[in-house]
């Protein structure tokens, strides 16, 4: 079983920059794992916020590309989102997820989010 437990939200001025982390308890076994970061605002859809996977392949929605970056401490089994240039409108829960079968599909394994909010 994996467990996803997120830290690091916050409020901070819009410009500034938050670092997320998502420890990670088990093993995610397939050759085809995948880990990401999803954001999800008050009476929106979740969204897509970047993925990693095998070779350190990430993928970033257009909205944070240039801004955000995803990276995996295997050794740590603890995921980050480094968020720089914050706009007001990254304000949302962000939660990380893991997946055994690639970064298309449906992610089975969620973190219980932690709130980032950038003010104007």
């Known amino acids: 079983q994996v467990q996803l437990a997120e830290s690091g939200g916050g409020s901070v001025q819009a410009g500034g920059s938050l670092s997320l982390s998502c420890a990670i308890s088990g093993r995610l076994t397939s050759r085809w794992w995948c880990m990401g970061w999803f954001r999800q605002a008050p009476e929106k859809e979740r969204e897509r916020v970047a993925t990693i996977q095998r070779f350190e392949i990430t993928a970033y929605a257009d909205s944070v590309k240039g801004r955000f970056t995803i990276s995996q401490d295997a050794a740590k089994n603890t995921l980050y989102l480094q968020m720089n240039s914050l706009k007001p409108e990254d304000t949302a829960m962000y939660s990380c997820?893991?997946?055994?079968?690639?970064?298309?599909?449906?992610?089975?394994?969620w973190g219980q989010g932690t709130q980032v909010t950038v003010s104007s």
């Open positions: 997820a893991a997946s055994n079968s690639g970064c298309s599909g449906e992610f089975p394994y």
